[in-house]
């Protein structure tokens, strides 16, 4: 069975920092790129930031490049997403997600992606 399990989200001041999680399991973990999304109350879902498995490529989103980054355990088939300078603007639900690779379009594009995770909310307060 694919598992996707994110964990570390909480509420935090504006400035502080968290470290989302993304466990996966069911599934070739270096045959995936693993995304970040959120969505925030009446608005889209979007992409956050992205890592391939296989190869380490990273991407951002402008909004949260110098700020957030992304990494890989791939001996704990694990996605990190580490977030400082937390923004009101932050505040959403993340999700993590998996796409297998090679991917046919773009890393924000949430169709692309084959596998989701329940969600974790992150509020940055003010």
């Known amino acids: 069975e694919v598992q996707l399990v994110e964990s570390g989200g909480g509420l935090v001041q504006a400035g502080g920092s968290l470290r989302l999680s993304c466990a996966a399991s069911g599934f070739t973990f270096d045959d995936y790129a693993i995304g970040w999304f959120r969505q925030a109350p009446g608005k889209e879902r979007e992409g956050v930031s992205c890592?391939?498995?296989?190869?380490?490529?990273?991407y951002y989103a402008d909004s949260v490049k110098g700020r957030f980054t992304i990494s890989s355990d791939n001996a704990k088939n694990t996605v990190y997403l580490q977030m400082n300078s937390l923004k009101p603007e932050d505040t959403a639900v993340y999700y993590c997600?998996?796409?297998?690779?090679?991917?046919?379009?773009?890393?924000?594009?949430?169709?692309?992606?084959?596998?989701w995770g329940q969600g974790t909310q992150v509020t940055v307060s003010s």
């Open positions: 890592i391939s498995s296989s190869d380490g490529s990273t």
């Open positions: 997600a998996a796409d297998r690779i090679p991917s046919t379009g773009s890393w924000s594009d949430d169709d692309e992606y084959d596998y």
